[in-house]
């Protein structure tokens, strides 16, 4: 079974461009989630979709961040424009259904440097 | 709100040595815990988890027991190996059903021959 996967591993923008990041769950996998992990701080909670509609996008920081989900397969978020505090690393992980939502799989994240 | 709170690294230790990494949270309620662990080059994957008080997880030879009364659950391996060189983290269930994870900020373990 393939894991959850993300494109790209790494992104390097500048200020003011705009950056698209993707994530395909596991198959099959209703529940998909991404978080951030900004240099030396905690993991945090970013927005929750079950299938293709947002359960919760509390963690979202502001609306330069648009994150969707097509027909409730790959997710993308996209930064618009991005700003120097955006900088660090995007995960995405999935869940099979509610019954098991808090045993999640995570992809390997994608690194964004914006300079 | 619901936090983690997580020993701060980096941990550097010989092979065969002990590890404890702490871990202790603040939540309403007895929420289920977690240890995850990222692998250089990977996702986080779960390590093991306890979903109630007295609870044991393990796996990989790594253990953590639920307690309670101290609101801890900290991870404990015998003999590391150059292998379980990783970061460790430490998570619990948000405080609404939504299924979003809290973590703590992490720590790094490197392990020497």
């Known amino acids: 079974e393939a894991g959850v996967t993300q494109f790209p591993s790494h992104s390097v923008i500048e200020k003011g461009q705009t950056v698209t990041l993707r994530c395909d769950p596991i198959?099959?996998?209703?529940?998909l989630y991404w978080y951030r992990r900004v240099m030396g701080k905690e993991i945090k909670f970013l927005l929750h979709f079950v299938k293709e509609s947002k359960q919760d996008e509390s963690g979202m920081p502001n609306n330069r961040f648009l994150a969707e989900r097509t027909g409730g397969t790959y997710s993308t978020l996209k930064v618009q424009p991005a700003e120097l505090e955006d900088s660090g690393v995007y995960f995405c992980a999935s869940s099979q259904d509610w019954r098991r939502h808090y045993e999640q799989y995570f992809g390997p994240g994608t690194r964004l440097t914006v300079t | 709100g619901d936090s983690v709170t997580q020993m701060e690294g980096p941990v550097t230790l010989s092979e065969e040595a002990f590890l404890t990494i702490n871990c202790t949270y603040t939540a309403t309620g007895y929420p289920s815990l977690f240890w995850y662990v990222q692998y250089p080059g990977e996702g986080l994957q779960l390590l093991l988890k306890a979903t109630k008080a007295d609870d044991k997880g393990s796996n990989k030879g790594f253990e953590a027991t639920y307690r309670k009364e101290t609101t801890s659950f900290h991870l404990e391996k015998g003999s590391v190996q150059v292998s379980d060189s990783a970061v460790y983290f430490c998570?619990?269930?948000?405080?609404?059903?939504?299924?979003?994870?809290?973590f703590g900020k992490g720590t790094k373990l490197s392990v020497k021959p």
């Open positions: 998570a619990i269930p948000s405080g609404g059903s939504q299924g979003n994870l809290i």
């Open positions: 198959s099959g996998h209703d529940n």
